[in-house]
């Protein structure tokens, strides 16, 4: 994970996202190891949100958007895509849910 995207996350004080940041950086450096084209076009986009965001180049309404978005590709990706690219979908999409959109998200103030 980018350094200045670590920091960020390292940064939320709120204690809701205390108990979540470790397992939350864990998911984000898991998803370099997912192997097919479609898994690692999604990480590339939601490394690019959190870099934007930590950068404050888009604000948490804007960054909620780019996730609700993120997530429908990975539903639709669950129900059209191919059996190999489905599983990995569907933990991306699961562990985005629970720990970004859940998680992350009601942390950011603002």
């Known amino acids: 994970m980018d350094e200045k995207v670590s920091n960020f996350i390292n940064d939320i004080k709120d204690d809701s996202f205390a108990v979540l940041r470790g397992e939350f950086v864990t998911f984000v450096d898991g998803l370099k190891d997912q192997a097919d084209d479609f898994s690692k076009l999604q990480r590339v986009k939601l490394e ?62 603002g």
């Open 48 to 109: 690019k949100y959190l870099l934007q965001l930590a950068n404050r180049e888009i604000t948490k309404q804007q960054f909620d958007d780019a996730m609700s978005d993120l997530k429908t590709v990975l539903d639709m990706e669950i129900t059209l895509g191919k059996v190999k690219t489905k599983a990995s979908a569907q933990r991306m999409r699961d562990g985005m849910v629970r720990l970004v959109i859940n998680g992350l998200i009601k942390a950011i103030p």
